[in-house]
């Protein structure tokens, strides 16, 4: 066996929990005998454990003392556990010890440390064994295996499981599709246990799109479901399965009516996004958002109230068993019949879970495993910088289903946003998504003047949010520019956006998801003084400082000028009340690339949510939601439709539920109950 070095290990070359740069261990891998009053065998360590994802920490000892640590944290979230790193590695060296105090606001990711530091110290102290990572062997010629990512499935013996758990539906993946499956499953009185990875649910999402609902229909919106399924199509270049965007028209409605019961039960009102009476937008807007206004709300501890709590109380009113730090490993299938899984508990044990009515697989797509998304999709991965993605997205249940026989979507797609901003050195890609280093730049959907980097206008910024990404493959560096002026706040209540996009209420009164002022007191701010917005006096300062050719841009901005001032977008075709003028100082600046909310392509499934074989057909007892699940985009993300996938996700959730804990024969029948 050979040793690794660091910068290997770092790069991922891991073998199981526990490893080790051996260059101290004896030629058989066994620890070196200690003398003297020698605490540690002199080396370099490392372990693995779980906290939003994969925590590594590798410490090195002399005989008597922790010498030096390294943590690895690319996979926690940028500006929590990623930000803790420095603070925990200071508490490790200086406490010399595992039983350091958690970094506030990132439990997780301290935990993990601590567990994986408290490995790394067994290992040391031969309490242990060391486990030798053999070295990879580099060969240039060596062909690249594009199916690298998908693994082979575990192999699991009878022996190794620990502890056996029966129930009538598994549901793995407590978010956001989950939890609407624990809560109508229980309702209906069924033995329902939902597993996940992290020691609490990752959360619920807001923006829930629908149909027909009780809130559109006291205010008088309405949508006809046939637009909005060609509407669907037509993004989708006809890659979608028309049934289940049917599906979701005839029931999202009544199943938002029965999430607004719930939490009306805990007093928390539910609002809808309503359009404007006359929307002007060239593109078609579908005011389908719903999302509740948890300000105010109240747990009964004196913490706000969320949609994970309101039905993770719920589910477990009605018998609802929830098993978290609990980490499928690989479906169970006997005779054709998916019945359950193997995973791994918080103790490292093996359990298996056996489902007489069926599983339900919904851990939230693959936009946190970039192995997965370069094989899928690269093209996506050179034009985005920040990645936004729910914890536990590592294409775990995509995988799973894989292995069970299941198909995927053919066509690869992820959602993304126009709203990260990058300094003007730094490059956009999968590295600086991954370090952290990036501007939340919320007000880059906006339609601004929008230029390329030879200072050159390029598009009709007013759009979908995707549609200047995906220009943008043609574009410099595969960026953007967004130039706007101190008149900013004035223009955006004129854009009539839509969505999440939106920066002042709704017609209706509805909130929007983040108000013009706090960006104007805070945000802005504050990507200025990190370097992510660049504010000038004049308009070729503002192009020196993007590092653009400032004769360019200034000649750009004079045009653009000219055509606000007429009022007519003679070059592109910009709406009159979004063609606002960039003159009067000072002037802001930023380039721009895509945020990544979530993979969109998955398993593909029928309209009871069953999945699909390579064959076509049924594949018994494998129920996939969410975002792994498939048939429902291709290409880019119909933004213009808010809360299209998590309202696809909670009415799927919501109907498999009830389909298999016997409420209907068909989840296109299903029943929902409301409180009316």
Not at 12 to 32: I, N, P
Not at 364 to 375: C, F, H, K, P, R
Not at 413 to 436: H, I, Y
């Amino acid at each position: 066996m050979k040793s690794i070095s660091r910068r290997d290990f770092l790069k991922g070359a891991l073998a199981g929990t526990a490893t080790v740069a051996a260059g101290s261990l004896l030629g058989t891998g066994a620890l070196a005998e200690s003398a003297g009053d020698a605490v540690y065998t002199p080396g370099t360590y490392s372990a693995q454990a779980t906290g939003m994802g994969t925590v590594t920490v590798t410490m090195t000892f002399d005989e008597t003392s922790i010498t030096d640590v390294v943590l690895d944290v690319s996979e926690e979230t940028p500006d929590i556990g990623q930000a803790a790193a420095d603070e925990l590695k200071a508490a490790l060296l200086d406490k010399q010890a595992p039983d350091i105090d958690a970094v506030s606001g990132a439990s997780l990711t301290s935990a993990a440390v601590k567990k994986a530091a408290q490995s790394c110290i067994a290992q040391a102290k031969g309490e242990i064994e060391v486990q030798v990572i053999a070295e990879k062997e580099e060969t240039a010629a060596a062909p690249k295996d594009e199916n690298a990512w998908l693994g082979t499935e575990p192999e699991i013996g009878d022996d190794e499981i620990k502890q056996t758990y029966e129930t009538e539906i598994l549901v793995i993946g407590c978010g956001t599709g989950g939890m609407f499956t624990m809560a109508s499953a229980a309702e209906e009185g069924a033995k329902v246990i939902g597993i996940d990875r992290f020691p609490t649910g990752v959360g619920i999402r807001d923006d829930l799109g629908a149909i027909d609902s009780r809130y559109q229909k006291e205010w008088g919106t309405k949508i006809d479901k046939f637009d909005y399924i060609t509407m669907a199509t037509q993004y989708a270049a006809g890659h979608i399965k028309q049934d289940l965007v049917k599906l979701w028209a005839d029931k999202s409605g009544s199943v938002i009516d029965w999430y607004g019961d719930r939490l009306a039960e805990r007093g928390v009102e539910l609002w809808h996004e309503s359009g404007d009476a006359e929307d002007k937008a060239r593109y078609e807007h579908f005011a389908t958002g719903h999302s509740p206004r948890w300000a105010g709300s109240d747990d009964g501890t004196g913490e706000t109230l969320d949609g994970n709590k309101v039905l993770y109380d719920y589910a477990l009113s009605l018998g609802a068993e929830f098993h978290y730090s609990t980490k499928m490993i690989k479906l169970v299938k006997e005779d054709g019949k998916v019945t359950g899984c193997i995973a791994e508990n918080e103790n490292g044990e093996y359990v298996k879970y056996v489902a007489s009515k069926g599983t339900v697989v919904c851990t939230g797509g693959y936009s946190l495993n970039y192995e997965m998304m370069d094989a899928l999709q690269p093209w996506n991965l050179r034009i985005i910088g920040r990645n936004g993605s729910e914890p536990g997205a590592y294409g775990d249940g995509i995988k799973a289903c894989l292995w069970a026989g299941a198909k995927m979507d053919e066509t690869h797609s992820m959602m993304m946003f126009d709203r990260c901003a990058l300094r003007p050195d730094q490059e956009t890609g999968p590295e600086t998504a991954k370090s952290g280093d990036n501007g939340f730049f919320w007000m880059g959907s906006q339609p601004w003047l929008k230029i390329n980097a030879d200072g050159e206008r390029f598009f009709n910024e007013s759009g979908t949010y995707e549609g200047i990404l995906h220009a943008d493959e043609y574009n410099k560096g595969h960026v953007h520019y967004s130039l706007f002026d101190s008149n900013w706040t004035t223009y955006v209540q004129q854009f009539q956006m839509h969505g999440c996009s939106r920066l002042y209420p709704f017609e209706n009164g509805a909130d929007p998801n983040i108000p013009f002022q706090a960006i104007e007191n805070g945000m802005l701010p504050g990507l200025i003084e990190n370097g992510f917005v660049i504010q000038a006096d004049t308009i070729e300062e503002l192009a020196e400082g993007l590092g653009l050719p400032a004769d360019k841009v200034k000649a750009t901005v004079d045009h653009y000028n000219e055509l606000a001032y007429a009022g007519e977008d003679t070059d592109y075709g910009k709406e009159q009340h979004r063609l606002t003028p960039v003159d009067t100082a000072p002037f802001y600046g930023a380039k721009n690339t895509g945020y990544v909310l979530c993979t969109m392509d998955g398993i593909q499934i029928d309209t009871n949510m069953n999945a699909i074989d390579t064959e076509g057909n049924l594949i018994p007892g494998l129920y996939v939601n969410g975002n792994d699940s498939g048939g429902y985009f291709a290409n880019t993300y119909p933004n213009l439709s808010t809360g299209m996938a998590c309202g696809r996700t909670v009415t799927f959730g919501y109907l498999v539920g009830k389909y298999l804990a016997g409420a209907a024969p068909s989840a296109r029948e299903a029943v929902v109950k409301t409180n009316e």
